[in-house]
């Protein structure tokens, strides 16, 4: 074990983040109420004070039956017979110098006559004597209380926040606990690539003079890309976890504050921890909040960001990675980080961490189906199978919510329809099992049999029709869903047109069967224009050649092209727009032709899905085989009232009421 590791563990973790504070509102407007409360009672002067009456005044006011209720107490440091009178008029009396009030107090010697005319009256109470400590804390103690409030209100809470004005400059990265938060190389999978680029770093930390000795220099930063989800923060977790040294992580949020200067000042105050603690890694979330171009954009660049980044330049150059400090940054935004901060240096090494294909996706399952009860019929090849595209991170909602799918059906075991179920919510969007009357679940199930009929016949065994259903998910009425055989990568034309000619089955459905065509082709119509676009414009795919006649996407904002201006011209223009209408016409005529020769198919379709909701691919294709469908259809799961609103039945008058613009939701276009 090298010395400086052994450094690091004798010596105490620090900048560990204090407890804030944070008051309710409750409490601060309870203050605020005994503050003015207290003032009130202390403050002489305030409406309707007490008048000052003689003794005698007091005594012949009893008599008379004017004292509504009064009080005698004894004073003794004043003298033996001597005390104080107080009480309320029952009526306001004018006094002599023109106030008319109802309260009174006095103060004098009491002769004993006195006192027996009080006690008949039978309106005044004794009261225990005052003392001079009584008086004291009478007086004193309402200040006491007003300042203690103030200093736990403001004081003290300033203090805990870190937000003190000797504080405010300091940084703000968490120091991750070695025991309770470790993650290593095992939790994480999916990005064998990413974590054999990282593993140097790992052995570096673990024994820095291996490299030091043939003169070797560790990257001092490596910068993380990647989509969001894909795993950039826990990746940086797991190499410290790997090397077992602290890991500091901050966002690049928590650098730039409205106070220029702030900003630079925690940039130094982070990097001066990390050398008190090294070797240790410095994580960065979001660089990009903090790293964007310089003098980029029309409204010209923030001063306070600026400095921010020309300090965390200055600062990544003034150390080595002698010292022992890594900095780890990650961003799903590369295009917009100052070229500077990327230059050989300062982040040496880029790390693309990139979506998982399908072995990363079946790894990334495991990994997360350890801490569920997972029954014995779930093949995760399956299920990674079936979510091409999605990340990490939604691999595991995803079996979170067939967790909880289960538990809501009241299983021990999550098992293969939890989990189908719980990918066609994250995907597709939740059932919403809303009341059509049979006009609608006809012109929606001939929609979705357009879109599975066709798709089935044009299909070459690369994206087959994995499921039909009419159950309204998300925005749409009804889906027909693909599960593709591998991960796509490239697409072919012959693919391409195969897809545009799915997308306008469901459209030529309606049209043939009932004579009129509805609005629930909207998002086929733009799928299908976006797709036949790229053919001709960026992929090649048209008589026009391979010239790329796209839009030019740069975002103003970032400073690189403020104007737009055509490539090509208007004739050209004319030309692509030929080009994509021939080839929607092509692939529409196409589908039409389809679906009047297996007219008869598309009947058998329909009539299925209008009797079992949703059927499987494979029922489709039995259909187009053996005119029927042979295999058994599994019923569908209807939820019962209580597991979406307790309480709250579903009925025609509270279904929720479509959309307009609700289309059926094909899976998603390649394009």
């Known amino acids: 074990?090298?010395?400086?590791?052994?450094?690091?563990?004798?010596?105490?973790?620090?900048?560990?983040?204090?407890?804030?504070?944070?008051?309710?509102?409750?409490?601060?407007?309870?203050?605020?109420?005994?503050?003015?409360?207290?003032?009130?009672?202390?403050?002489?002067?305030?409406?309707?004070?007490?008048?000052?009456?003689?003794?005698?005044?007091?005594?012949?006011y009893a008599v008379a039956d004017k004292i509504a209720e009064g009080a005698i107490r004894a004073d003794p440091s004043n003298g033996r017979d001597w005390y104080n009178l107080t009480g309320e008029m029952k009526e306001a009396v004018l006094l002599s110098d023109g106030v008319k009030t109802k309260s009174f107090h006095s103060a004098g010697i009491l002769t004993p006559n006195n006192v027996e005319i009080l006690q008949k009256t039978k309106v005044f109470t004794e009261q225990a004597a005052t003392n001079l400590v009584t008086q004291l804390l009478t007086s004193i103690l309402p200040f006491v209380i007003v300042i203690g409030?103030?200093?736990?209100?403001?004081?003290?809470?300033?203090?805990?926040?870190?937000?003190?004005?000797?504080?405010?400059?300091?940084?703000?990265?968490?120091?991750?606990?070695?025991?309770?938060?470790?993650?290593?190389?095992?939790?994480?999978a999916g990005c064998d690539e990413a974590k054999e680029e990282v593993s140097e770093v790992v052995e570096f930390l673990k024994d820095p003079k291996r490299f030091q000795k043939i003169g070797g220099r560790i990257p001092k930063g490596v910068l993380m890309v990647g989509a969001p989800g894909t795993g950039k923060t826990l990746l940086a977790k797991a190499i410290a976890g790997e090397a077992e040294v602290p890991f500091f992580s901050i966002s690049g949020s928590d650098f730039v504050e409205m106070f220029v200067g702030v900003g630079a000042s925690r940039v130094r105050d982070m990097f001066e921890q990390g050398r008190k603690n090294a070797p240790c890694i410095v994580f960065i979330d979001e660089i990009d909040a903090v790293g964007r171009q310089r003098g980029a954009g029309l409204g010209g660049g923030n001063d306070e960001r600026e400095q921010t980044l020309n300090?965390?330049?200055?600062?990544?150059?003034?150390?080595?990675?002698?010292?022992?400090?890594?900095?780890?940054?990650?961003?799903?935004?590369?295009?917009?980080?100052?070229?500077?901060?990327?230059?050989?240096?300062?982040?040496?090494?880029?790390?693309?961490?990139?979506?998982?294909?399908?072995?990363?996706?079946?790894?990334?399952?495991?990994?997360?189906?350890?801490?569920?009860?997972?029954?014995?019929?779930?093949?995760?090849?399956?299920?990674?199978?079936?979510?091409?595209?999605?990340?990490?991170?939604?691999?595991?909602?995803?079996?979170?919510?067939?967790?909880?799918?289960?538990?809501?059906?009241?299983?021990?075991?999550?098992?293969?329809?939890?989990?189908?179920?719980?990918?066609?919510?994250?995907?597709?969007?939740?059932?919403?099992?809303?009341?059509?009357?049979?006009?609608?679940?006809?012109?929606v199930a001939y929609h979705e049999a357009g879109h599975a009929l066709v798709g089935a016949?044009?299909?070459?065994?690369?994206?087959?029709?994995?499921?039909?259903?009419?159950?309204?998910?998300?925005?749409?009425?009804?889906?027909?869903?693909?599960?593709?055989?591998?991960?796509?990568?490239?697409?072919?034309?012959?693919?391409?047109?195969?897809?545009l000619a799915t997308l306008y089955g469901g459209r030529i459905a309606e049209e043939i069967v009932l004579g009129d065509i509805t609005s629930g082709a909207s998002s086929d119509i733009l799928l299908a224009t976006k797709l036949a676009r790229n053919m001709v414009c960026d992929w090649g795919m048209s008589p026009l050649g391979p010239v790329a006649y796209g839009e030019n996407h740069d975002t103003v904002f970032l400073g690189r092209e403020i104007t737009r201006s055509e490539n090509f011209s208007e004739e050209t223009a004319r030309l692509i727009d030929v080009e994509i209408h021939?080839?929607?016409?092509?692939?529409?005529?196409?589908?039409?032709?389809?679906?009047?020769?297996?007219?008869?198919?598309?009947?058998?379709?329909?009539?299925?899905?209008?009797?079992?909701?949703?059927?499987?691919?494979?029922?489709?294709?039995?259909?187009?085989?053996?005119?029927?469908?042979?295999?058994?259809?599994?019923?569908?799961?209807?939820?019962?009232?209580?597991?979406?609103?307790?309480?709250?039945?579903?009925?025609?008058?509270?279904?929720?009421?479509?959309?307009?613009?609700?289309?059926?939701?094909?899976?998603?276009?390649?394009?």
């Not at 509102?25 to 203050?31: D, E, G, Q, T, Y």
């Not at 003290?156 to 290593?184: I, M, P, W």
């Open 149 to 188: 409030l103030l200093y736990f209100l403001f004081v003290r809470q300033l203090r805990q926040a870190g937000r003190g004005a000797l504080n405010f400059g300091k940084s703000r990265a968490k120091l991750l606990t070695r025991d309770r938060d470790k993650v290593t190389f095992a939790d994480v």
């Open 311 to 443: 300090s965390l330049l200055a600062e990544m150059d003034g150390f080595d990675t002698t010292e022992g400090v890594i900095i780890i940054a990650a961003t799903n935004r590369p295009d917009v980080l100052d070229s500077a901060l990327m230059r050989p240096g300062r982040f040496d090494r880029q790390i693309f961490i990139d979506l998982p294909d399908l072995v990363g996706r079946e790894q990334i399952l495991r990994v997360h189906a350890r801490k569920l009860a997972i029954a014995e019929d779930v093949d995760l090849s399956i299920v990674a199978r079936g979510t091409p595209g999605l990340s990490g991170a939604e691999l595991a909602n995803l079996l979170n919510e067939s967790a909880l799918l289960a538990a809501r059906r009241n299983k021990k075991r999550v098992d293969m329809r939890d989990i189908e179920d719980a990918r066609e919510k994250v995907q597709f969007g939740r059932e919403r099992r809303r009341i059509m009357d049979d006009e609608d679940k006809k012109i």
């Open 582 to 671: 021939k080839l929607i016409d092509e692939q529409y005529n196409r589908a039409k032709s389809i679906i009047i020769e297996k007219r008869a198919a598309l009947d058998k379709i329909a009539a299925a899905l209008l009797q079992y909701e949703t059927i499987e691919g494979r029922h489709v294709n039995e259909i187009l085989e053996y005119g029927e469908i042979r295999s058994p259809v599994l019923p569908p799961i209807i939820p019962k009232p209580e597991d979406t609103l307790p309480g709250k039945k579903i009925t025609e008058k509270t279904a929720p009421k479509s959309l307009p613009g609700d289309a059926p939701a094909p899976a998603p276009s390649p394009a």
């Open 457 to 499: 016949v044009v299909d070459d065994g690369e994206l087959p029709v994995h499921k039909v259903t009419i159950i309204p998910r998300g925005r749409s009425l009804g889906s027909t869903m693909y599960m593709p055989k591998k991960d796509i990568y490239n697409y072919a034309k012959r693919r391409m047109l195969a897809r």
């Open 1 to 60: 074990m090298s010395e400086n590791e052994n450094k690091s563990k004798r010596r105490p973790l620090k900048n560990l983040p204090p407890d804030r504070f944070q008051p309710k509102v409750w409490l601060i407007w309870f203050s605020i109420i005994g503050i003015l409360f207290l003032l009130w009672k202390v403050n002489p002067g305030r409406i309707n004070s007490p008048a000052t009456l003689k003794i005698q005044e007091v005594v012949e």
